[in-house]
């Protein structure tokens, strides 16, 4: 196969997806057929079937590739819990904004409104999750925390998801750089102290 070759399948392939994510965010997965992708990718329905089986090996291709990026992004960023570090959480937050902003148009179509695709969704709270429990395990050996690990991750990861999605569906009100720094405070001062609000017991 020459580089022609390659270039023109990889185009196609890219046409696919796009048509795909587009669809999706206009109409929801369920209501999408194969028809309906080639028309948008302009190519016919026997070029899709040359690259994909159906829609559904489409949907995890497409999944796959992008969490495997997404857990590519993120797996550099060092983390550290204790002592715990602001920075360092801006850096894992930023690095996850820099790379969704990036491919804005694919995570809009999985994760925004009643089209969002929810396996995707739990799946990249997953790798947000096993990123916080990797600079949590160290902290452990030398410190027990004085709650439950198990519900801190899920506290942490469910609110970094979270800011996500609100960040995505708002189309980008802060820039990478005033989320990551405002969701870092959050996390190291408790939000009502990040807000400036007195707490009482």
């Not at 795909?20 to 079937?49: C, H, P, S, W």
């Not at 949907?59 to 602001?86: G, H, Q, R, V, W």
């Not at 990861?157 to 996500?164: E, F, K």
């Amino acid at each position: 196969m020459n580089k022609k070759t390659d270039l023109r399948i990889l185009r196609t392939k890219q046409s696919i997806r796009k048509a795909f994510y587009e669809l999706i965010q206009e109409k929801g997965y369920e209501a999408i057929t194969v028809q309906d992708i080639a028309d948008r990718a302009m190519i016919n329905r026997n070029t899709f079937y040359l690259h994909y089986q159906n829609k559904p090996d489409l949907l995890d291709t497409c999944m796959n590739e992008l969490l495997s990026d997404f857990k590519d992004a993120i797996l550099f960023c060092p983390i550290s819990m204790n002592p715990f570090s602001i920075s360092l959480l801006e850096t894992v937050m930023q690095t996850v904004l820099e790379h969704i902003s990036l491919n804005m148009t694919f995570y809009r179509s999985m994760l925004i409104e009643e089209n969002r695709i929810y396996p995707f969704q739990a799946k990249m709270e997953d790798i947000i999750k096993d990123k916080l429990m990797e600079g949590w395990k160290p902290a452990q050996e030398n410190a027990p925390l004085a709650i439950s690990n198990e519900l801190l991750i899920e506290y942490l990861g469910s609110a970094l998801m979270g800011i996500v999605i609100w960040w995505i569906k708002n189309d980008k009100p802060l820039s990478t750089e005033e989320v990551s720094s405002q969701f870092s405070k959050i996390v190291a001062y408790g939000h009502l102290r990040a807000a400036g609000i007195a707490v009482e017991e």
